[in-house]
């Protein structure tokens, strides 16, 4: 089994930044593929970034449309952390941001689907 925790989420003002954390535990965090997404009300579960390996062991970044640019996802095996720093944050970014693993391979801008494991989310509110 493998538990998330996500931190970071909170108010802040349209052009602001914050940096969420999600940390891992009870697996190999090295050997998870970490994706996060966003959920708004009355809308489905958005990809908004990912994690992941591709061939010769190499982590590769994949971005959702709506966030390239301004999101970086970044992972730290020693801590067993995966983070999203959020920059230029519009109020369209307010949502509870998910983080999400997988024990399997992904697909660029991976849906849903393919996780096994997600965290409770933490809240992200863009004031106008």
């Known amino acids: 089994q493998v538990q998330l925790i996500e931190s970071g989420g909170g108010l802040v003002q349209a052009g602001g930044s914050l940096r969420l954390s999600c940390a891992a535990s009870?697996?190999?965090?090295?050997?998870?593929?970490m994706g996060w997404f966003r959920q708004a009300p009355g809308k489905e579960r958005e990809f908004v970034a990912s994690?992941?390996?591709?061939?010769?062991?190499?982590?590769?970044?994949d971005y959702g449309d709506s966030v390239q640019g301004r999101f970086t996802i970044s992972r730290d095996n020693a801590k067993n952390t995966v983070d999203l720093q959020m920059s230029s944050l519009k109020p369209e970014d307010t949502a509870v941001y998910y983080c999400?693993?997988?024990?399997?391979?992904?697909?660029?801008?991976?849906?849903?689907?393919?996780?096994?494991?997600w965290g409770q989310g933490t809240q992200v509110t863009v004031s106008s």
């Open positions: 009870g697996r190999t965090f090295s050997s998870l593929n």
């Open positions: 999400a693993a997988s024990t399997r391979a992904l697909s660029p801008k991976s849906s849903a689907g393919e996780y096994d494991y």
């Open positions: 994690y992941r390996w591709r061939s010769g062991w190499t982590y590769y970044a």
